[in-house]
């Protein structure tokens, strides 16, 4: 089976989505990422819109990439100008990168109305810019057909005519591009065969030595972007273009955390090695955590929730055979199976749970309806253990005699000021005890409460605990008024999300104050992280690191 090649967009692309933004830093760390990944193709940017991007190329310049080809993105040259003295492709041949990518009009809307230029004109800006840039030394011209499916549909034969130019220009590949993200599967798929079978008969009056490739470039507004891009590859595409995560313009790009997977495990293509394709999950966190974007936990294959299982009947099920609920096994993703605890669990939970996080409950007078029992009790006045496994190991680790602090509190105190004209101020000293011995008042500053006694809390823990917590930080921050009848005194769940290189963990606070509350959510955050590392012996009870 011929291999599906991936072409990642989420350097150019993925920025275009809201809140989505890169240093140049970061897109090299991201590069070098989706290298080691197996990408073949990485578009890193736009080298003659912004000066960004072409710092990005000339850092890339020192990178050896293993499995991608580095791709430049730009136009086709201004109208008016020779292709030749166009500064967008010419910053495309002088950046370094290996491949050269540019768009151009397809839909006659577009040229008609936004570029207000005749479609004969069209025609001869794409056929000359891609010509211009075969004469470089670039290994690859690739060029991407915007709005391709919408203009199929208007005046199929004036969009057959732009591929046609690009041919003639001589591109090695075509992107079909699903721009507005409107066209469905049925639609892609009957288009991309058509357009096979066209550019098969037009290259022939153009030989030369490779055929032209045919790609995909979906986006996700009907929530199909997938979907389209698995139909255009079963109709003969070869080449699929996406973002990690989804990110993009709108309501983004096709998911490569999706495609991939679907690609190599439920379609059999070889696009990247079975070693690689267990990183997907590392690399998916990796660009969120880069993002600074929340990750999505109902992301599918890679997301948190993608192989979790609240149900009692279905925790019964899986524990005979995982197959029962679930389509693959998580691990080939580098994800995991994972069950949740709640109100509505069962026997078949608890056991599941308790075995997983290394729980041993017997001979410790405690049974599965008493942790049962205890969880109902607790979920009545707020908890929610199927979001906060960090909490709930804890939670059982007590009840079974099992729990070991790495640190007591003795006390904090949380001070907020408010000057006329300027913003809080928020100050908090905190005093624990770490094996029995009280350490020293800790002090530190916030943008909030919160934020002035997690600061605090580190300092303090960092005393004793050296560098290890310094990967750790919030990814999420959330308080829900649990019963809003009794005004500013009612009670309300804190529940804080917080992650490292290579997890992510949740814990829950309950309590009338709101800053008890996020007390208990945030020392259970510290306490499960230096717990886990306790337990690789990566520090020692006393304190001291081995």
Not at 102 to 115: A, M, N, P, S, Y
Not at 310 to 323: E, F, L, Q
């Amino acid at each position: 089976m011929e291999p599906i090649l991936l072409y990642d967009t989420t350097l150019r692309d993925g920025t275009q989505g809201e809140k989505i933004t890169f240093s140049g830093e970061d897109k090299i760390k991201i590069a070098k990422k989706l290298d080691d990944l197996g990408i073949h193709y990485i578009e890193g940017g736009w080298p003659g819109s912004n000066i960004k991007d072409k710092e990005f190329f000339e850092s890339a310049k020192k990178i050896v990439f293993k499995n991608s080809k580095l791709t430049a993105f730009g136009a086709t040259h201004r109208f008016g100008i020779l292709a030749k003295d166009d500064n967008n492709l010419n910053a495309i041949i002088e950046c370094g990168a290996p491949v050269g990518t540019i768009f151009g009009k397809t839909w006659d809307l577009h040229v008609e109305k936004i570029l207000r230029i005749d479609l004969e004109n069209n025609l001869d800006l794409i056929s000359s810019s891609i010509a211009y840039l075969k004469t470089s030394h670039l290994e690859e011209v690739h060029y991407d057909a915007e709005h391709f499916f919408d203009g199929f549909k208007e005046n199929r034969d004036y969009a057959l005519q732009t591929l046609s130019a690009a041919v003639k220009g001589g591109a090695d590949v075509i992107g079909l591009c699903d721009t507005n993200g409107g066209s469905l599967p049925h639609e892609v798929e009957s288009i991309v065969a058509e357009v096979i079978a066209f550019i098969e008969t037009t290259q022939a009056g153009h030989p030369r030595k490779k055929p032209v490739r045919i790609g995909i470039h979906t986006h996700n507004d009907s929530n199909l972007a997938v979907a389209n891009s698995i139909a255009a590859v079963r109709a003969g595409a070869v080449i699929v273009q996406g973002t990690i995560n989804g990110y993009g313009e709108r309501c983004g790009n096709v998911d490569l955390t999706s495609i991939i997977p679907i690609l190599k495990i439920k379609m059999g293509y070889p696009c990247i090695s079975d070693k690689n394709l267990t990183k997907l999950r590392m690399v998916s966190l990796f660009v969120s955590e880069t993002a600074n974007m929340t990750p999505l936990s109902s992301r599918p294959f890679v997301g948190k929730s993608a192989f979790a299982h609240k149900a009692g009947i279905h925790v019964n099920a899986i524990m005979k055979d995982p197959r029962s609920y679930e389509h693959m096994d998580p691990t080939l993703v580098g994800n995991q199976q994972r069950v949740l605890v709640s109100d509505m669990s069962g026997k078949s939970n608890i056991e599941y749970k308790a075995n997983e996080l290394g729980i041993s409950l017997e001979g410790n007078g405690l049974d599965i309806e008493k942790i049962l029992s205890r969880i109902k009790c607790l979920e009545k006045e707020g908890y929610q253990f199927d979001v906060a496994d960090g909490t709930f190991q804890i939670m059982v680790e007590k009840l079974a005699n099992q729990f070991k602090p790495l640190f007591d509190l003795d006390s904090f105190r949380v001070t907020i000021e408010k000057n006329k004209d300027q913003p809080c101020y928020s100050h908090a000293t905190i005093k624990i005890s770490v094996d029995g011995e009280v350490q020293d008042i800790t002090a530190a500053e916030g943008s909030g409460p919160v934020s002035a006694l997690d600061n605090a809390l580190r300092k303090a823990l960092n005393k004793v605990y050296p560098n290890v917590l310094d990967p750790v930080h919030l990814v999420d921050f959330k308080v829900r008024v649990l019963d809003g009848r009794d005004g500013t005194a009612a009670r309300v769940r804190v529940l804080i999300e917080s992650r490292d290189e290579t997890s992510i963990w949740s814990t829950i606070g309950v309590s009338e104050d709101v800053i008890e509350a996020s007390w208990q959510a945030l020392a259970d955050s510290f306490q499960h992280k230096l717990s886990r590392l306790e337990k690789d012996h990566s520090i020692k009870i006393s304190g001291q690191n081995p």
